[in-house]
């Protein structure tokens, strides 16, 4: 069974660009989540969708957004890019409604902003 | 505000001894706990979980203790293996909530 896919592996951009990272999930996990990893801040949320509606949303400025298609696909996208922003974004789907029972997670997209 | 943390940024065992990780947390309504294990350039794998109902929690060589009342969370590796070798998150959430807060996680090195 195929796992959680994230394109593209590793993206270099410029501060003031915008990107758009893609998630699909696990076949029938309808839940998917977007986490930021920096060096010492462990895993943040970013947001949660499930059903193609967004559910939940951590502390990130609006520059960050995502959505969810009907196939359960995921993209988010951070505009106007900031050197802050460099790190590895991670997916994770989930077959439940809450997450409890774990996510899984994909390889990540390695971004850097220069 | 780092609503959970791991105050260990790493450990170092030797094989065959017990691996102890610690997690604390300030929300006193989180009630889902669970711990991730992570090698290099590969995404979280999840390992255990505990409810808030329970104290302990088994699954083979890993356990995970909670004390609620300390708002305190341990995971235990018992006998560590060389190939525990990896950064282990522990996580927290409101069940109302799909939304997780991890801590930065634990350098595990287990030493043949």
């Known amino acids: 069974k195929a796992g959680v896919t994230q394109t593209p592996r590793y993206l270099i951009k410029t501060r003031g660009q915008q990107v758009t990272l893609s998630c699909s999930p696990i076949s029938g996990h309808r839940s998917v989540s977007w986490y930021q990893q920096t060096p010492g801040q462990g895993l943040q949320f970013l947001f949660e969708?499930?059903?193609?509606?967004?559910?939940n949303k951590g502390n990130f400025p609006g520059r960050f957004s995502g959505r969810q298609f009907s196939n359960s696909r995921s993209e988010m996208n951070v505009s106007t890019l900031e050197l802050g922003d460099s790190a590895l974004y991670l997916c994770a789907s989930s077959l439940k409604q809450n997450a409890n029972y774990g996510y899984t997670f994909g390889s990540g997209t390695r971004l850097t902003v220069v | 505000d780092q609503q959970v943390k791991q105050n260990s940024p790493s450990l170092s065992v030797q094989e065959g001894r017990i691996s102890i990780l610690n997690c604390d947390y300030t929300n006193s309504m989180f009630d889902y706990f669970l711990w991730y294990k992570k090698y290099p350039a590969e995404g979280p794998t999840f390992l255990i979980s505990?409810?808030?109902?329970?104290d302990k929690n088994e699954d083979g060589r890993f356990t995970v203790f909670l004390n609620k009342s300390a708002k305190h969370l341990s995971l235990h590796i018992v006998p560590s293996q060389p190939g525990d070798s990896a950064v282990y998150f522990c996580?927290?959430?409101?069940?109302?909530?799909?939304?997780?807060?991890f801590g930065s996680g634990t350098k595990l090195n287990v030493k043949p």
């Open positions: 996580a927290a959430s409101e069940e109302s909530f799909n939304k997780f807060y």
């Open positions: 505990i409810s808030s109902i329970k």
């Open positions: 969708y499930f059903s193609e509606t967004q559910r």
